[in-house]
């Protein structure tokens, strides 16, 4: 067994004990990138709830989706209520990544905005913004279900063909400002394809409705944020 240059064992050398490597993510093996391929995943199908007051709830989706779409998974993300701050450029990194990236996508339907604040933004338009996500929502969740999730999927195709993984971005703030009834949300959990993952994010609020319907949840808390202190949004951190 050879050292790696910190002093660690390495384990991913022909003389590693097969007890040693066995014990090892991958085996020992040390990953490398791989061109991406279209595939099926072989054990989707959870519903994920990420909520709470701190930084991330996105980021941490993305993040997820971003990894699945690299083993050549097909993922799409649809966005409520984005934005909404004039320190915000109306060009984000993460779409630009996406658009770079083969295998997701994402469309923005809610208004790019904050319903109830000075934004310059309507109110009355933020619901009818909030009802068309929603039936976006429903069209795409029951795309998924007219597919062969236990296939590929074109990683170029519409999302009306099906994807594997769905992100419902700021979902949960929608109904948390009133403009969305948690009876919507739990049907589209229920009218999903057992085969689909699916993950809503957003809320300060505790999304109680969906502590039994929901096989992951977590609580994204906020113990420290610059922005308490006047720091406005980033580019490349927050945009």
Do not use: C
């Amino acid at each position: 067994m050879t050292d790696a240059p910190d002093g660690t064992p390495e384990t991913g050398d022909e003389t590693t004990p097969d007890s040693v490597r066995a014990n090892t993510p991958g085996r020992g093996v040390r990953p490398e990138a791989a061109a991406i391929e279209p595939a099926a995943p072989d054990d989707f199908g959870l519903v994920q709830v990420w909520w709470g007051d701190g930084k991330g709830k996105t980021t941490a989706a993305m993040g997820m989706g971003f990894r699945a779409a690299g083993h050549g998974y097909r993922v799409h993300m649809l966005q409520f209520l984005k934005g909404g701050a004039d320190s915000v450029e109306a060009v984000r990194g993460e779409y630009n990544a996406i658009a770079a990236m083969p295998g997701i996508s994402f469309e923005n339907l809610g208004h790019y905005g904050w319903a109830g604040m000075a934004d310059g933004s309507d109110d009355e338009d933020h619901e009818a913004q909030v009802a068309a996500g929603l039936n976006r929502a429903r069209e795409l969740v029951d795309a998924a279900a007219d597919a062969d999730l236990s296939k590929p999927l074109d990683l170029d195709g519409p999302p009306e063909d099906g994807v594997h993984f769905l992100i419902i971005d700021e979902l949960l703030y929608a109904v948390a400002m009133g403009l969305l009834d948690e009876a919507d949300v739990l049907d589209l959990v229920e009218r999903k394809p057992e085969s689909l993952e699916l993950v809503l994010t957003g809320s300060h609020d505790e999304p109680t409705y969906l502590s039994d319907a929901a096989d992951l949840v977590t609580n994204v808390r906020k113990e420290k944020h610059p922005i308490d202190a006047g720091q406005r949004a980033r580019k490349g951190t927050e945009y």
